[in-house]
């Protein structure tokens, strides 16, 4: 019998945050229902500018497509860029179906606008929601145009086609450019069922087309949030409180005020929602240097929270009484205790993971312009609704007085998810009547982030005669995030997955979650919850393949079988998956790892393989061992299967730095916590793989019909895995606790 409380395959569920904050113009419920078209996969065409352009030779059929008389074809992205290739690979969509060629095209970022449907950034589900929708927007435009030119021409519809921004009649080869077409499309009605192209005739999707923006990264002149500089701001700089749930009690701020630039200094007093505002002293400044020097001057003392102060070994003491007791079943398949008793081999072992920083290259910042009547807002963000939502919320301005300007994003990661650097940049805006930019050090990035929970995993498991896995049982317990924000969802949602592999395969399968108590800001970091679940599951199931005195990679397709199945799987990604994918997976990085072969001299091989968000992963690590504290990864082969592929040049750049990413956290990464508050505070004590450590990687990308899925971080789960595996191929130490190096602390 199988009991799984485990049943919400939303993707807000999942990654806990406010999704689709539809508040541009007031729009009754009905109304956006049946203005949007919402279905499962998306929103579909039909959406309209509510007032004509004052040029009517302006051809805008939705909010993703301008054409213009003077030939001008803009296309607008509408999510944030976080660094995932979104801003290329919509429009990439757009063009394909809108029939023109791609150097045609001006690529924008839109703003934030209820007609564009959600706008947000997580969850590698960027491309999968958004497929259909932006297709059927170029497609309608198409149609659009091809029909204007049928009129002109007094033709009928099917002598008439589009190609590379023209339509052209058939049987004369006349032909009419979209800007000559413009101002008659523009007076037709939208085409709201329009016919997508057959996946066979693309030509733009799939191809390895540069990001649209690489020409302004690289000669310094693309805007990102510390770039954005509105007329009369201040620049505000916070010493936010060091304690986890601590408040301000006494400032003398006479020596910051006296700082030449400094203007004005500001308590911020705790939201009730640990998620928004924390406990600070605000440094407001004519400029950043200026801002920083009045923060050093502050003289603040903190009230620290009631309670046990949290360290480190306080949340493992906890961890461990956790996990010695019984914990929430939040799934049970046969009888593990019986099982148990009947099994010829059982073993057992217990992971530990620590909370991790996101650290991306932009610290946060934001800015905000405030105003009696309205409120500008702009910065990098992945949650631009979440934003406007909070922003109403502090100003009780209604939502369609506040714009949302999107800069691109240096990084994400999860930790944008969070709109807190924002409320800081609206309250103190709202404060001051001007606009301001709150502007972080790297120190505050890592010293006051929303980590990446902390947990304890203990499996056993036992073989049956025929060295067959018979029985698994998994206890955890962890610092669960949801539990942190107060959120509905609940604490165990991911933190565990009842329904990842091998759940499914064995016949006696059981598992228990129990949620710590902590202060220590949690929430959502790239893959959340399987960047640990991968890295024990595979690790365990490789553990229990050595066991058995069986291959690695042939008791995982022995666990899968010979039938290809369909699996139930009750979270984001779901709600199945196909085994078959993921033993194509496993199979080719076997082949292209050279799996069966003799490893070169010194060089030892670890494998693992997993499925998340849609998308399956199997990926060969290669390492050697130069000294006993210290381990050189050669070469990584990842082999995924993401569905249909729009850019395969950005496809392999995602998957290539989750690789990277993967690798810096399993091998040095680990916020400490002591006296209620973070120790690591910069790249120096929370290292960053260097470029010197990074491996050759070899990605191959399964060719697929299937819908695409994301990529942006599906590699980095089963990296840890494979490299903790090879590691025990190296030294026949198995790695139970992360951070690995240096390996003689990480190896039991």
């Not at 008659?184 to 087309?209: C, H, M, W, Y």
């Not at 029985?471 to 610092?479: G, L, N």
Request: with cysteine; aromatic share 8%.
């Amino acid at each position: 019998m199988k009991k799984s409380l485990h049943n919400s395959n939303n993707v807000a569920d999942t990654l806990g945050i406010e999704i689709g904050q539809f508040a541009s113009q007031e729009i009754h419920r009905r109304s956006f229902l049946k203005l949007t078209g919402m279905t499962a996969v998306g929103m579909v065409i039909g959406i309209r500018t509510a007032v004509a352009a004052a040029d009517e030779k302006i051809f805008e059929p939705n909010a993703f497509i301008n054409i213009r008389s003077d030939g001008r074809i803009i296309l607008f992205s509408k999510n944030p860029e976080i660094g995932q290739g979104i801003k290329t690979a919509l429009p990439q969509l757009l063009a394909e179906e809108l029939e023109v060629d791609w150097t045609q095209i001006e690529v924008q970022q839109g703003m934030l606008d209820a007609r564009f449907g959600s706008q947000f950034a997580g969850g590698s589900t960027g491309i999968k929601t958004n497929f259909d929708q932006v297709r059927r927007a170029g497609a309608a435009a198409r149609e659009m145009l091809v029909e204007a030119a049928a009129r002109m021409w007094q033709v009928s519809l099917d002598v008439c086609y589009a190609h590379a921004g023209m339509v052209i009649r058939k049987d004369t080869q006349a032909r009419l450019t979209y800007a000559e077409l413009a101002d008659r499309a523009s007076r037709l009605p939208v085409r709201e069922n329009p016919v997508l192209k057959d996946k066979k005739d693309f030509t733009i999707i799939g191809q390895p087309i540069p990001g649209v923006d690489n020409h302004q990264i690289v000669t310094g002149r693309v805007e990102f949030g510390l770039d954005a500089r509105p007329k009369g701001m201040s620049v505000a700089v916070i010493e936010r409180c060091p304690f986890f749930g601590g408040k301000v009690k006494r400032v003398d701020d006479a020596a910051a005020l006296r700082v030449r630039g400094v203007e004005k200094v500001i308590i911020i007093e705790a939201t009730k929602n640990p998620t928004q505002l924390v406990a600070g002293v605000a440094v407001v400044a004519k400029d950043t240097w200026s801002a920083m020097k009045g923060r050093k001057a502050l003289v603040v003392e903190w009230e620290m929270p009631e309670g046990t102060v949290e360290s480190d070994d306080a949340l493992k003491q906890q961890f461990e009484k956790n996990i010695a007791g019984e914990g929430q079943v939040v799934r049970e398949d046969g009888n593990v205790m019986e099982a148990f008793a009947s099994c010829k081999k059982v073993h057992e072992a217990t992971f530990e993971a620590p909370f991790l920083a996101h650290a991306p290259m932009e610290p946060q910042n934001y800015i905000a312009d405030v105003q009696a009547d309205k409120a500008e807002l702009w910065g990098p963000t992945q949650v631009p609704g979440s934003v406007r939502a909070r922003a109403a919320e502090i100003t009780g301005l209604p939502p369609n007085k506040i714009s949302v300007r999107m800069t691109r994003v240096g990084g994400g990661f999860g930790r944008r998810l969070m709109a807190d650097y924002a409320c800081e940049a609206i309250f103190l805006s709202k404060a001051l009547s001007k606009p301001v930019q709150v502007v972080w050090t790297r120190e505050d990035d890592v010293q006051h982030d929303f980590y990446r929970p902390a947990g304890l995993f203990r499996i056993k498991a036992g073989l049956d005669e025929n060295n067959r896995l018979k029985a698994w049982h998994i206890k955890a317990t962890t610092t669960s995030r949801y539990t942190f924000s107060g959120s509905s969802s609940p604490s165990y949602q991911t933190e565990v997955f009842p329904d990842g592999f091998p759940a499914g395969f064995v016949s006696h399968f059981k598992m228990e979650y129990t949620a710590a108590s902590s202060l220590v800001p949690r929430g959502a970091w790239r893959a959340p919850g399987h960047n640990i679940t991968a890295w024990i599951d595979q690790c365990f199931v490789d553990e229990m393949a050595h066991l058995a005195g069986k291959d690695p990679v042939d008791f995982r397709l022995e666990l899968l079988g010979q039938e290809d199945k369909v699996m139930p799987y009750s979270d984001h990604g779901g709600p199945v998956y196909h085994t078959r994918r993921l033993k194509q997976v496993i199979r080719t990085a076997a082949e292209k790892s050279g799996w069966y072969q003799p490893a070169p001299k010194g060089v030892f091989r670890g494998f693992a393989a997993h499925f998340m968000f849609g998308a399956y992963i199997a990926e060969v690590v290669n390492v050697s061992i130069p000294d006993p504290q210290s381990v050189k990864v050669e070469r990584v082969v990842a082999v995924a299967d993401c569905g249909l592929v729009i850019n395969r040049s950005n496809a392999l750049n995602q998957l290539e730095g989750g690789i990277i990413d993967g690798l810096s956290s399993a091998l040095n990464q680990a916020v400490h916590i002591d006296k209620g508050r973070a120790v690591s505070s910069n790249f120096d004590d929370y290292k960053l793989l260097r470029i010197k450590d990074a491996p050759i990687i070899d990605v191959h990308l399964i060719d697929s019909d299937e819908n695409p899925e994301g990529m942006g971080e599906m590699t980095l789960p089963p990296l840890a895995a494979a490299l903790s595996n090879a590691i025990f191929a190296a030294t026949g130490k198995r790695i139970h606790k992360l951070p690995i190096l240096p390996l003689e602390r990480s190896s039991t």
